[in-house]
């Protein structure tokens, strides 16, 4: 699982904030964020329902689409791949991730998540 291209993680969101939805129901959500052109959303929605993001079905001439999982489940199946991905490449990996949260309240929160994990309160 990728992480998602800007303009479908702005459609994802709009179909998660109120589903079941239709292009023009999205297209019109999203005016306020940019003009997005009506065949672009549709595109985009496709595009989405090809990958198994999104669910849709028949509502007269148009298409009603729903997200096939929550927001929770993608972020958890990307998070997932993402820790796949590093752990791939061993201590380098890990030490990407350390670097990453070298802020000093991640490493402390990454610490507790570890502690946790290994059952240390």
Known sequence: MSHLGELEQVVMEAVWAHPPST??????????DADRAY???MTTLDRLHRKGLLRREKDGLA?????????????RLVADALASALLAHGD??????VDASADGALLDRLEALIAARRGHP
């Not at 292009?23 to 019109?28: H, M, N, P, Y």
């Not at 729903?66 to 972020?75: P, Q, V």
């Open 63 to 75: 298409w009603r689409y729903d997200a096939a999982m929550s927001r929770a489940e993608h972020e």
């Open 92 to 97: 380098a990996g890990l030490a990407a991730l």
């Open 39 to 41: 065949t672009t959303v």
């Open 23 to 32: 292009v023009r129901e999205i297209a019109d959500r999203m005016r306020g």
